[in-house]
């Protein structure tokens, strides 16, 4: 597997159009790669950026949430949510890299990822061709930021192990790896999380990705979603304080 970031401009509000702004860095792709997209650039292309100092910052939280954890419980301050079943941070809005703005989650990624895909695979002749929309996320009792999914297309995003054999014969019973979100994570270390301007980058050389010629459907995304019933921290999140949010 091989990763190549993509420096760019500094993107800011008056860069409006993401395919003009994928045109003018993305110069090729070969067939069976994947052109990963911060999500950040994606919001400002949308323009969902919000002058913090027009806005009351903890509504603004609250309303783009599904659900929400009060700030005041963590010494942080900031909100624990979830949004579009992911967990994250303050609903995915950050003003890092903003230029004094608040940059909120693009609106539908999964439509954009769709959308670019099929961009890519007119620009450059291409079938087998593979999009990933990026943010940053952590994972609980450990420190660091990694990268993780927000949406995909052209590819299958879990490999499920059920079924078959290890190495001495013994049936996995649960296990799907995380190909998506392994894919995010190795792309964002990459791309970098700080001041690089690397919000682009390319993965090649993918041998173990099965590539499909479709956008994702609706079955096929909610198959990544787990039940709390059927999650092993479903009782951490059932016993959590959460708080509707959206209003």
């Known amino acids: 597997m091989i990763i190549k970031a993509i420096k760019t401009h500094k993107i800011i509000k008056s860069d409006n159009d993401l395919l003009k702004l994928l045109d003018q860095y993305v110069d090729g792709l070969k067939e069976e790669s994947i052109l990963v997209i911060a999500s950040k650039i994606v919001a400002i292309t949308?323009?969902?950026?919000?002058?913090?100092?027009?806005?009351?910052?903890?509504?603004?939280?609250?309303?783009?949430?599904?659900?929400?954890?009060?700030?005041?419980?963590?010494?942080?301050n900031l909100f624990i949510t979830l949004k579009n079943n992911i967990l994250t941070f303050s609903s995915g809005i950050d003003e890092s890299n903003g230029n004094g703005y608040l940059i909120l989650w693009p609106e539908d990624p999964q439509k954009v990822a769709n959308k670019v895909r099929n961009h890519l695979m007119r620009r450059f002749n291409i079938e087998q061709v593979g999009v990933?929309?990026?943010?940053?996320?952590?994972?609980?009792?450990?420190?660091?930021?990694?990268?993780?999914?927000?949406a995909y297309s052209g590819f299958k995003p879990l490999k499920d192990l059920r079924g078959k054999p290890d190495i001495f014969g013994k049936e996995y019973?649960?296990?799907?790896?995380?190909?998506?979100?392994?894919?995010?994570?190795?792309?964002?270390?990459?791309?970098?999380e700080g001041a690089e301007q690397t919000p682009?980058?390319?993965?090649?050389?993918?041998?173990?990705?099965?590539?499909?010629?479709?956008?994702?459907?609706?079955?096929?995304?909610?198959?990544?979603?787990?039940?709390?019933?059927?999650?092993?921290?479903?009782?951490?999140?059932?016993?959590?304080?959460?708080?509707?949010?959206?209003?």
């Open 132 to 150: 990933i929309i990026t943010d940053m996320t952590a994972l609980p009792m450990r420190w660091g930021v990694i990268g993780g999914a927000i």
């Open 200 to 247: 682009l980058a390319i993965i090649e050389d993918l041998d173990f990705i099965e590539f499909v010629d479709k956008n994702p459907s609706r079955n096929e995304l909610e198959s990544l979603i787990i039940k709390l019933e059927e999650d092993m921290y479903g009782p951490l999140f059932k016993n959590a304080p959460w708080q509707k949010g959206g209003s």
């Open 46 to 76: 949308q323009g969902r950026m919000v002058n913090p100092k027009e806005v009351d910052v903890d509504a603004l939280i609250k309303k783009e949430a599904d659900f929400f954890i009060d700030k005041n419980l963590h010494k942080s």
């Open 173 to 192: 019973k649960y296990t799907k790896v995380g190909i998506l979100n392994g894919l995010s994570a190795a792309a964002s270390v990459v791309m970098g």
